[in-house]
């Protein structure tokens, strides 16, 4: 009955798929990731009107001790200096 149900609405298959209708990690404010990974940011970028695209930023565990305590224009800084930058773009049920 599984193959006739999704015949009869595809969007199901996004929906268990993707399981974008659910957000994991469970009762965490994933807008304070310095609250799950150290030397850790949160960054928020104006695409377009109306549009806002979250970002977070961690320095490498190399500058980690330099990293502590340091504001949010410290981290801004580090984005521009020598060392290479690795963007990662992940989507989250809920947070998309």
Request: net charge neutral; charged share 15%.
């Amino acid at each position: 009955s599984v193959p006739f149900l999704i015949r009869l609405f595809p969007a199901l298959l996004t929906k268990f798929v993707f399981l974008n209708f659910l957000s994991f990690p469970f009762f965490v404010d994933l807008r304070r990731p310095e609250l799950l990974l150290n030397n850790t940011i949160s960054l928020y970028l104006p695409t377009e009107p109306g549009v806002t695209v979250g970002i977070w930023h961690t320095v490498p565990g190399s500058r980690g001790a330099e990293a502590q305590g340091k504001d949010q224009r410290w981290y801004e800084e580090a984005l521009g200096d020598a060392h290479p930058v690795i963007i990662y773009l992940h989507g989250n049920g809920g947070t998309r």
